[in-house]
C-alpha cells in the first residue's frame, strides 16, 4: 500500500489528473446519462401534466366566470317586473305591439355590454307578434323535451344544447321558465354562450381541450366536427367522482394521458361540465428522445475532447499560476487596477476572478464614505413616492368599476336617470384616479377630474354649492403631478362648507404669477382662528407622518417640495366664519422639472 502512494506521488501532475479523471469522472458520466435519460423522460411527462394541470385551473376560473355573468344575466331577466307588464298588457294593434317591445331595451343592452351571449330569446306564452328576441310558443315549440323540462323545472336553471330558434345552429344554452308577479307561467328564457368565447378561452392552449356537458356532448373542441358529439375518450374515466382526474387511455390509436376537472354552473343543480386537456405521450417525447440521442454522442465526444483537453491544460498550468501570483502582489501593495479577469473559467479563473471581485469590494467600500448621503437622499424620495402610491391604490379598480357599472345597469334598467348618471360621473372620476400613477399629467386632465368630483358633490348638497373654474391662459401642455388639487377640493368641501349650513361656493383659479403659476382653491366656508391657522402651517413642514384631517393637504405641500424644490408649495390663508383660501405654487417654465 505504502510503494502504491509512493508510486502515485511520484507521478507527474497531468497523468494524475488524467487516472482521477477516468475514475472519477467518465464512468460516472456513461451512468448518470442512462439515469438523466430515464428520469428526463418522466421530468417532461409530469411538467406537461402540472402544466396541463394549471391551464385547466385557469379555462375552468374563467368558464366559470363566463357562465356566472349569463346566470346573473338570467337572474335581472327572472326578477325584473318590467317582463310581466311587457307581456301582460293588452294591445289593439301591431304597431302597439312593436312600440311595447322597443321600450323594453334590455335585451339589446346585455348584448353590447356582454360578448359572452350570442343571443337571448324568450319563448312566451302571450300570443304577441315575433320577432328576434320575443318568439310565440306555439303547439310545436312548446311540445318540444327543452321546453318541457324548463316548464318542469319552475324557474330554476338548465344547461342544455339547443338550436337557435333562427340560424339553426347549435349553442350551449341557459334555459328556465319565467313566472309574472302574480306567479303566472309567462313563457321559458333561452341565453346562447357564444361559440367565440369559448374560442378564446381555450384555443391558446397547447394541447387539445375538450369542454363536454354532464358527460354526454362536446359543447367545444377546436375539431368543429366534433362538436355536439359523444365524448368517447371519457370511457376509459375512473368510477368516482372526484373534481380532478388523471388517468391514460387509448385514444385514436395513440397512447394518452387525459386530465379532466369538472365545474359545477353557479346556481345550477342538474347540470355539470368537464374540462379534459388529452396530452399524446408519443408525440411529446418525440423531441426530447431525439435530444437524448444526440446527448449520448455529445457526452462521447466530450470525454474524447476532455482527454485532449487536460494535455492543454499542464502546457499552461504554471503560466496562469504565475499571472494570479503577480495580481495578488499588486493588490497587496494597494494597486487595485488589474485585469477583471484571465482566460478560463476553472478554479485558477475563479480565484483570479474572486481576487478582482476583493479589489473592486475595497475600492467600493472607500467610494461609498462619500455617496452615503445621496443613498439616504434617495431612500427618503422613494418612501414619499411609496406613500403617494398608497394614496392612490386603495380599491381594487377592477371590483370596483364591474360593481359601479352593475349598479348602472340596474338603474337604467329601472329607469332611474339621475342616479345612473350620478353613477358614470363617479367611476368616470375614481377610474380617472386610480388608474393614474406618480408621473405628471396634462394640468387639462386635472382639472377636468375635479370638475367631474365637483359635480358628484352638487348632485348631493343641490342648490347649497356653487363652484367656479377659471383658467387665465392657453395651459393645454402644462404638466402637473397628479392628485395635488383634488385633496384641497375635498378639504374646503368636509371641513369649510359642510359646518355651515348657508349657500356655499367654491372658486379655483388657475393664473400665471411671473416665473410661477398659481392656482388657487378659495371657499366662502367657515374658516379658521388665527390659532387653528398658525397650527396648520407649523404642521405643513413637518416630516414625521400625521394622523387626522391636515394629512391631505400636509402630502400635498410635502410632495410639491420633494418634486419642484422648496422654492414651490402650499400656502393657506384663513378668517374665521369667512373662508378659506389655498394657493399652490408651481414654476411656469417647465424646461429643466422632469
Known sequence: MRWIREQILNLKFSHKLMGVYLLVTAIPIIFVGVYLNIGMRN??????????ESNLDKIEIRLDTVLSRITQISDLIYMSRDMDLLLSGEYETTLDMYNAYSSYPVFDDFLKYYDEVETIQFYMTSPMITNSYFIYADEKISSQAWYQDAVDN??????????????????????????????????????????????????????D???VLDEERIIYNHNQELLFTYPDFLNGLPENDLETQLYDYHYRGEDVTINLHRLQPQKSLINELQIATIIPVETLMEQPNAIFTRGYWIIFLALVISVFSFWLFSQVFDSRIN???????????GEFNIKPRIKGDDEIGEA???????????????????????????????????EFKMLSSQINPHFLYNTLEMIRMKAIVNQD??????????????????????????????LDLINTYLEIQQMRFG?????????????????IFPLLIQPLVENAIIHGLEPN?????????????????KIIVADNGVGMTAHQLEELNKRLDREEDLSGKQIGVRNVHQRIKLFYGDAYGLTISSQFQIGTTLTITLPLDQTNNY
Open 209 to 211: 381541450v375538450f369542454i
Open 352 to 386: 483570479y476572478g474572486e481576487l478582482y471581485q476583493t479589489s473592486q469590494s475595497l475600492q467600493k467600500l472607500i467610494d461609498e464614505v462619500y455617496v452615503h448621503k445621496i443613498k439616504e437622499e434617495r431612500w427618503r424620495r422613494q418612501q414619499k413616492e411609496s
Open 501 to 517: 349650513l348657508e349657500l356655499g361656493e367654491i372658486i379655483i383659479s388657475v393664473v400665471p404669477n411671473r416665473d410661477h403659476l
Open 323 to 333: 499571472v494570479l501570483k503577480h495580481a495578488m502582489t499588486k493588490v497587496a501593495r
Open 154 to 207: 319552475r324557474g330554476k336553471i338548465n344547461w342544455i344544447i339547443k338550436e337557435e330558434q333562427w340560424t339553426g345552429k347549435s349553442y350551449l344554452a341557459l334555459t328556465r321558465s319565467v313566472y309574472g308577479e302574480r306567479d303566472q307561467f309567462l313563457g321559458v328564457l333561452a341565453i346562447y354562450l357564444s361559440q367565440e368565447k369559448l374560442k378564446e378561452i381555450v384555443d391558446s392552449e397547447i394541447h
Open 417 to 446: 336617470k339621475e342616479v345612473a348618471t350620478l353613477i358614470r360621473k363617479l367611476s368616470k372620476m375614481m377610474r380617472s384616479a386610480l388608474e393614474r400613477t406618480d408621473r405628471p399629467v396634462p394640468l387639462t386632465d386635472e
Open 463 to 479: 342648490d347649497r354649492l356653487t363652484y367656479e373654474i377659471n383658467i387665465d391662459g392657453d395651459f393645454s401642455d402644462y404638466q
Open 43 to 52: 421530468v417532461m411527462l409530469n411538467n406537461a401534466i402540472s402544466e396541463t
